[in-house]
């Protein structure tokens, strides 16, 4: 008996010791990092070939998608032309939400773990001669140098190669208006990429309790979605309902008016960034057991969701309703474009702040050099990147003031 009793506790104690400690593949985990790359070899391969396939895949859904469900509203109809205007609200607002309950499933399912760190004399078409049912775009007389293109020679029969349509010659025209928007939200989304990352890094130097429960550091940019979720509605079907009486627009305000409203709420986040690090900061140097709490970092991640809330609509409907009419879901993806640029100048800003900083300094030493929050001078950086992102939105109302929208006949 006494033998069956050890031989049955020698069968258990495995099992048992399974299932509080399962088997790891640790394959794919980088190696503890010295002075080389923690991505290697293989890793670096299966690392950066995943990126690649995340990019190509998101990118071709986020640039057809908006333009795919804007083409379902006929935006010669007065109501479905308002229709329009908050579909592009409730596309956002689907985002973040979607966004929003990815976290918390996340969150659920790993509850149990620990927590980790014209003229008239220009070619154009007929419309009885036309089989297209696209509105014909009216001459302006910006760059005038192209409606040379619509200008069809003596004796000559119309042809591709031969001219070109007053229609054509002004979606060349939109385009090209377009670019300085673009580079005009460049900036903003360079602030957004830093506070997608030194707020997070500020956030494990400060307090992360909430009553009794504790807030990951890495959780602090649901912040600006869930300000999203609530304002986007209230937005949609209060405050556009009742500016449209005033300025009888469809949107309420234009495209471009919204997205400058973005651009003046980007630069405020930064200032108050700065100021909610400054008082971090001097907290920590003086009580490095009593740091100022995690949720300060919500008055400048609120005022950034806000500022993402009027200037992704904004643009997203403005690249639709004026960019030419088979080239729709390319204008759309230039939000993406913007966005990516931001992220590149992010790092290309972190690196030349430094440089230069580190000159002029007494000690030596960058802004952001190191890891150690305490030591450098990040609101110095984040006041650097307010008053960049004002004198941005100045550079922005001149091309705004400048940019003529397409007229449709």
């Known amino acids: 008996m006494a033998e069956r009793l050890e031989r049955r506790k020698s069968l258990k104690e495995p099992l048992v010791e399974k299932s509080q ?8 985990l980088p190696k503890p990092c010295g002075k080389s790359s923690c991505v290697e070899n293989g890793v670096a391969v299966y690392f950066y070939a995943s990126l690649s396939l995340l990019a190509l895949g998101v990118g071709g859904v986020r640039g057809a998608l ?3 469900g804007a083409d379902q ?5 007065p109501k479905e032309a308002k229709g329009l205007a908050s579909y592009f609200n409730w596309l956002l607002l689907s985002s973040v939400v979607g966004g929003s309950v990815g976290v918390i499933v996340v969150a659920i399912k790993n509850g149990g773990l620990s927590h980790p760190e014209s003229p008239s004399e220009l070619y154009e078409i007929n419309e009885k001669d036309s089989d297209s049912t696209a509105a014909k775009i009216a001459h302006t007389e910006q760059f005038r140098w192209l409606d040379k293109a619509a200008i069809l020679p003596p004796n000559t029969q119309p042809s591709p190669w031969k001219v070109c349509t007053v229609t054509q010659v002004e979606e060349v025209k939109v385009l090209t208006r377009m670019m300085p928007i673009i580079a005009s939200t460049i900036i903003l989304n360079t602030c ?6 030194f707020s997070v890094q500020q956030g494990y130097r400060m307090d992360p309790r909430l009553g009794s429960f504790q807030v990951p550091a890495a959780s602090i940019p649901v912040i600006p979605l869930l300000f999203m979720i609530v304002l986007i509605p209230i937005y949609d079907r209060l405050f556009v309902p009742f500016i449209r009486k ?3 627009h469809p949107s309420g305000v234009t495209q471009l008016q919204r997205v400058g409203v973005g651009l003046v709420l980007s630069a405020l986040s930064m200032a108050v960034a700065g100021i909610v690090e400054v008082k971090r900061k001097k907290q920590s140097l003086r009580s490095p057991l009593s740091p100022i709490s995690l949720f300060w970092l919500a008055f400048q991640y609120g005022i950034f969701g806000i500022a993402d809330m009027f200037t992704l609509v904004g643009l997203l409907e403005f690249y639709y309703k004026e960019a030419p009419v088979g080239m729709k879901s390319l204008s759309t993806s230039f939000v993406w474009i913007s966005q990516s640029f931001g992220y590149f100048l992010s790092s290309v800003f972190v690196d030349a702040i430094n440089s230069v900083t580190k000159r002029v300094a007494p000690s ?27 004198l941005n939105f100045f550079n922005y109302l001149f091309w ?6 397409k007229n449709e006949r």
Do not use: E, I
């Not at 400690?21 to 394959?27: F, G, T």
């Not at 509203?73 to 109809?77: E, N, R, S, T």
């Not at 705004?400 to 929208?405: E, H, I, R």
């Open 73 to 77: 509203f006929d935006a010669k109809d």
């Open 400 to 405: 705004a003031m400048w940019y003529k929208y």
């Open 364 to 390: 030596r030493q960058g802004w952001l050099h190191g890891q150690d929050l305490d030591r450098n001078n990040l609101n110095l950086f984040y006041w650097f990147l307010a008053v960049l992102s004002g």
């Open 21 to 28: 400690s399962p088997p790891k593949n640790d394959s794919l």
């Open 66 to 68: 908006p333009a795919l």
């Open 192 to 197: 957004m990429a830093q506070l997608q990352t």
């Open 246 to 248: 005033f300025t009888k």
